[in-house]
């Protein structure tokens, strides 16, 4: 396999959205990520900074408040991925469907409440019930 050169064949690639922040801790023992993340996300270490895919924008747009996190841009994003010895899945697609769990949590966000762990794991657990698109097969 060659490497992937040129524009052409890096738009092609979906792009997700990338943040890059530093690490907490030494890159040779147990590093994190300097912030708490909120959500689901994929976490790629590379030196003393993360990468960080989220799919929450409003945990997005928290991280990127602090000074130190960088959101990079689709085109950054995408020569990431490119740069990464094993290519990625394609960024899901939603699939139409809302969970009971989704429309909560978006409700919860709205009037101001903060999401924490429990909620999160109540929210898997009641998305397990569609209130939207539940006619569309898989």
Same mark, same amino acid.
């Given at each position: 396999?060659? @490497?992937?050169?040129?524009?052409?064949?890096?738009?092609?690639?979906?792009?997700?959205?990338?943040?890059?922040?530093?690490?907490?801790?030494?890159?040779?023992?147990?590093?994190?990520?300097?912030?708490?993340? *909120?959500?689901?996300?994929? +976490?790629?270490?590379?030196?003393? @900074? +993360?990468?960080?895919?989220?799919?929450? *924008?409003? +945990?997005?747009?928290?991280?990127?408040?602090?000074?130190?996190?960088?959101?990079?841009?689709?085109?950054?994003?995408?020569?990431?991925?490119?740069?990464?010895?094993?290519?990625?899945?394609?960024?899901?697609?939603?699939?139409?469907?809302?969970?009971?769990?989704?429309?909560?949590?978006?409700?919860?966000?709205? +009037?101001?409440?903060? *999401? !924490?762990?429990? !909620?999160?794991?109540?929210?898997?657990?009641?998305?397990?019930?569609?209130?939207?698109?539940?006619?569309?097969?898989?």
């Amino acid at each position: 396999m060659g @490497a992937v050169t040129g524009k052409s064949r890096l738009s092609a690639v979906p792009s997700r959205s990338w943040l890059e922040m530093p690490t907490h801790g030494s890159a040779t023992a147990d590093p994190r990520p300097k912030y708490e993340l *909120e959500a689901d996300a994929l +976490v790629i270490y590379r030196g003393d @900074a +993360v990468f960080v895919a989220l799919q929450d *924008e409003a +945990v997005q747009e928290n991280l990127v408040r602090h000074v130190d996190v960088r959101a990079l841009s689709d085109e950054e994003g995408r020569e990431f991925e490119a740069s990464l010895p094993v290519p990625l899945a394609p960024p899901e697609r939603p699939t139409g469907r809302i969970g009971l769990g989704d429309l909560v949590s978006w409700f919860a966000r709205r +009037v101001g409440i903060r *999401e !924490c762990a429990g !909620c999160r794991k109540r929210r898997r657990g009641l998305n397990r019930i569609p209130v939207w698109g539940w006619w569309a097969r898989d």
